[in-house]
């Protein structure tokens, strides 16, 4: 399958997309949920790695759109994966109140998707966002004020 690509870094925002297949095999063979960490539970993990294929061939299928898709999957994803890191740091202190266990809320696989996930969420956010900011200055040069 050849990738549509107008930079490197739409070739490696679709692979990532299109990848997702591959770490739903990861996290279901081996349970490592690398792209879905911060989702405990298996049946919302697949309902993600839908929403995220979805996406990719939705960017696929229309390309005009993968702007649009892409800001809005990532600013979604972006403040799921800030939400998974400070929510178990914010409930620290009433698990230290309760006597509850004050283990380590991050293990390597979660590490791995703050690292991974975080980073192509971050490159496709600003990418889009520079897409879209061309898009609509095109069109006020065609169609602005003269």
């Not at 993600?48 to 649009?68: K, N, S, V």
């Not at 998707?113 to 200055?137: C, D, K, P, T, Y």
Request: some cysteine; overall charge neutral.
């Amino acid at each position: 399958m050849k990738l549509r690509t107008g930079s490197t870094r739409d070739a490696l925002i679709q692979a990532y997309y299109l990848g997702t297949p591959v770490f739903w095999v990861l996290d279901v063979a081996f349970q490592a949920p690398i792209r879905a960490a911060a989702l405990p539970d298996p049946g919302w993990r697949l309902l993600y790695y839908a929403f995220a294929m979805g996406c990719g061939i939705l960017a696929r299928w229309r390309p005009q759109l993968t702007p649009f898709v892409g800001l809005a999957e990532s600013s979604v994803n972006l403040l799921l994966l800030v939400l998974s890191v400070l929510l178990p740091i914010f409930m620290l202190p009433a698990v230290v109140a309760e006597g509850g266990d004050v283990s380590l809320p991050f293990g390597p696989v979660q590490l791995l998707n703050v690292f991974l996930s975080g980073s192509m969420l971050v490159i496709s956010f600003h990418h889009n966002q520079e897409r879209i900011s061309a898009l609509v200055r095109g069109a006020s040069d065609d169609g602005g004020d003269r």
